[in-house]
């Protein structure tokens, strides 16, 4: 079991940016995947990118495909999510996860066992 932490949300003018970590506890931390899912008020978890251990090879959601980078700093036990270009649509509060992930199930909520609490995204016109 990973403890995961998120911070860097806010609010933020159309077009800005934010970068969003999450601090993992224990030693494990390198030998999970990662995601980013997040939850706007009334709709469902939505994945947003996630990024594998060993290769790192990253995913993103259609939607923030061009905007965002996902990153990860092992040593440091950090997840990272840059984002650029935010949209208000980008406005949602913002999970971290980890877990261990297949190509045909990274963006589901399923296959990630631990989960932050959540940062929260205002991106305003």
């Known amino acids: 079991q990973v403890m995961l932490v998120e911070s860097g949300g806010g609010s933020v003018q159309a077009g800005g940016s934010l970068r969003l970590s999450c601090a993992g506890s224990?030693?494990?931390?390198?030998?999970?995947?990662l995601g980013w899912f997040r939850q706007a008020p009334g709709k469902d978890l939505e994945f947003v990118s996630a990024?594998?251990?060993?290769?790192?090879?990253?995913y993103y959601a259609d939607s923030v495909a061009g905007r965002f980078m996902i990153s990860r700093d092992n040593a440091k036990n950090m997840l990272y999510l840059r984002m650029n270009s935010l949209k208000p649509e980008d406005t949602a509060v913002y999970y971290c996860?980890?877990?261990?992930?297949?190509?045909?199930?990274?963006?589901?909520?399923?296959?990630?066992?631990?989960w932050g609490q959540g940062t929260q995204v205002t991106v305003f016109s």
């Open positions: 224990g030693r494990t931390f390198s030998s999970y995947d």
């Open positions: 990024i594998r251990i060993g290769t790192y090879e990253r």
């Open positions: 996860a980890a877990g261990a992930v297949t190509d045909s199930n990274y963006d589901t909520a399923l296959p990630y066992n631990d």
